[in-house]
Structure formats: C-alpha cells, structure tokens
C-alpha cells in the first residue's frame, strides 16, 4: 500500500498540463466544519489549493452552516442569498470556474425546519408557481450577473435517498432494526405515512425545479444572453442496495422521470467496498444504463482518517483516477474542512492545519515548480 507521502511525491512529477486538466475535473466541497469560518473564506482555500471547482450550500441554514449564527436566514430565496456579501464573495472568485451548488429554495424549506418538498400535497398549483418562479428568478439572476465570466453553476441538492430514508438509506435497506425505527417514526419525522410518498414528493420537488432552471434560460435568451451557463444535477447515494432489497430509490424510480444536465451520485455506496475503483466503475456502468445517460458527477467521495488511518490518501487517489477514468464530468471531495474527530475527511483539520489530503492535493493541482 502506497503512503500519503510517497502518493504526494508522486504527484510532484505530473506535468503542468495533467495538473491544469484535474484542476478542472476535481472539486471539493465546502459545508460547515468546525474550522469553518464562512463560505468566501473557505472557496479562497480552494482556489489557493490551484482548484477550479468548487461545491457550496445554499441554504435558509446558511447561517448554522457556515458557522455565522445559529438564526434561520430572513427573508430567504435563493436570489436573495446570492446577494449576502459573504456568498457573493465566493461566487465573485475569479479563480472558481465552476460551483455546484448544494441549493434548496425558500418555498420548500423557508423555514429551516419543515421540508415541504417531499410532501405530494404542498404542490398545489399556488406553490408550484413559486417554487418554478423561485428557480427561474435565480437562474436568470446567474446569467445576468456572469455573463462576462466563463463561471458555471450546477444546482443540485443532498443524497436524496438518505433525505427519503431517515438519513440512512444504506441502513434502510439493510439492517431491519434501523427500518422498523425509520417506519415507526416515518409520520412523525416526515408528515408522510411511508417513504414511498416521500418519493412521490421529491420527483414533483425536482420536475418543478427543472421547469423553473429552464424558464431562467429562456428569460436569458429573451434579454441576449446566450449559451449555457446553469445546469440541473439531482443527487442521488443509492445505487444497489434499495433496489436489491426490494424498495423504491431514487435512481430507479425517480430519475427516470426527471430531466436533467447531469445525474449526481454520492459515491459511499460504492466506495466503501473491498475494492472501491472496481466497485465505483461498475456502478457508474449501472446508473448510466439506468438513466440513459454518461452525463454522471461524483458528488461526494472521501475518507475518514478515523477510520482508513494513512491508506485514506491512497484510497481518493484510487477512486479520482477511476473516476476520471470513467469519464465523469466532475468529481467532488468530501470535506474541505473536519467536523469531529470521528468526521475527519478534510483537506483541513479542526484547528485548520493541513492533512495529508491537502498535501496530496497540493502536488497533485499545482504541477511542478516553475
């Protein structure tokens, strides 16, 4: 087993082209952390790491996230949180060419607490207007506000079959005991009898999502903006293990009826097998079959150091090469920053110093010395 340090070496001898190339296929995700200090700061981190993608939420939580305050964000719409200076801060940075944005809407979630968007009846035709208008808003506010920068934005969302199945979708399916809690507390937890009407919610959640990030484009085009600048990438973390044990996943019986750009998977499914790069390739095979599209991003890999000690630096670069190897549009690194000492996947540990992670990082985005 190679270490982080023989990996990190390695990686000084890329050349300055292979370096620029991962730079653009490769993100890394900034939500919360204990060290976190707010989101421009952390995208900083990011670009002073040579990356050129990064992963951020949009959220009426912003403010718990980002460790700013432990109020629910007044006022909250996904236009109006662009203009909060710290978040505008980050989507400014010159050096991010594309985000994707982990982003959730005031009709649905406004309050920080109820999430209205797995629910089948708040989609009456008043808050389905909303909820399209809210999306159609904030994607016309993109195009107009970077139409003279090369800047990207995918809008995505949080593992969606962990929202659906009491944040365990994994354990759902697999461990009785955790699916007889889930069931037992499903009303109380959700409002909703059983995770197959939350099911139902979500695909009208994403299919009012998708209409709304169509009409902003649309709008766009109306004013002169050309090309493409937003795109739409649901978010799903199970591949195998619903579907085998007989239950509805969103891979299987959401996607299908959902448009989209890109099809975003959280990859722990797969990369927590014996053998990550073969299992992550053989389930990129899968969901491509599934959905009928190679249009795929990793949105969520890492490893705890916790837990893989020195071979978790080995492990990411196995599965980024897999990955890349594929042909996925992008891949994203979890976390940029540890939130415990148990959730240690960070490029940046509890007190902000660099792990191995970074260091791998480093030789790997930034190339040989000039």
């Known amino acids: 087993m190679k270490t982080w340090m023989a990996l990190a070496f390695a990686a000084q ?3 300055a082209s292979d ?3 991962l ?8 939500w919360g952390g204990q060290h976190t200090a707010s989101m421009s700061e952390g995208v900083e981190r990011i670009a002073a790491l040579s990356g050129r993608v990064a992963r951020i939420v949009l959220s009426p939580r912003y403010y718990r996230d980002y460790n700013l305050g432990s109020d629910c964000y007044p006022g909250y719409s996904l236009s ?3 203009l909060e200076p710290d978040v505008k801060r980050a989507l400014d940075n010159e050096s991010i060419e594309v985000f994707m944005l982990t982003a959730y809407d005031g009709v649905t979630l406004g309050d920080c607490e109820h999430a209205h968007f797995l629910n089948p009846s708040f989609y009456t035709p008043e808050n389905t207007a909303a909820l399209i208008q809210e999306y159609s808003d904030f994607t016309l506010y993109l195009y ?3 139409r003279r920068t090369h800047k990207r934005f ?3 969302d949080w ?3 962990n929202t659906v199945y009491c944040q365990a979708a994994f354990a759902y399916a697999t461990q009785p005991r955790f699916r007889a809690y889930c069931d037992s507390w499903y009303a109380a937890f959700y409002g909703n009898r059983a995770p197959v009407e939350s099911l139902a919610g979500l695909k009208l959640w994403l299919q009012a999502r998708q209409q709304g990030i169509a009409g902003g484009r649309q709008r766009a085009a109306a004013e002169g903006i050309g090309g493409m600048r937003v795109y739409f990438a649901p978010e799903f973390s199970i591949t195998r293990a619903l579907h085998d044990a007989g239950f509805q996943s969103v891979l299987y019986d959401v996607l299908p009826g959902v448009i989209f750009d890109y099809v975003s998977y959280s990859a722990y499914e797969s990369i927590n097998r014996a053998e990550p790069a073969a299992s992550l390739t053989a389930d990129l095979n899968l969901i491509q079959d ?4 190679s249009a795929i991003i990793v949105g969520e890999t890492g490893f705890a150091r916790s837990v893989w000690g020195t071979a978790a630096v080995a492990r990411a670069d196995e599965v980024i090469g897999a990955a890349l190897a594929w042909g996925v549009a992008y891949i994203f690194q979890w976390n940029l920053y540890d939130q415990d000492t148990r959730n240690d996947f960070g490029l940046y540990d509890l007190n902000g110093n660099a792990t191995p992670l970074a260091a791998y990082f480093e030789g790997r985005l930034r190339g040989p010395a000039e």
Request: glycine share 10%; net charge negative.
């Open 13 to 15: 001898v890329v050349s």
């Open 290 to 293: 599934i959905v009928g599209s």
């Open 80 to 82: 109006a949180i662009a």
């Open 144 to 146: 107009r506000e970077y």
């Open 19 to 21: 370096a620029s190339s």
């Open 159 to 161: 593992e969606l079959d």
């Open 23 to 30: 730079g653009r296929s490769v993100g890394f995700y900034h």
């Open 154 to 156: 995918i809008i995505s």
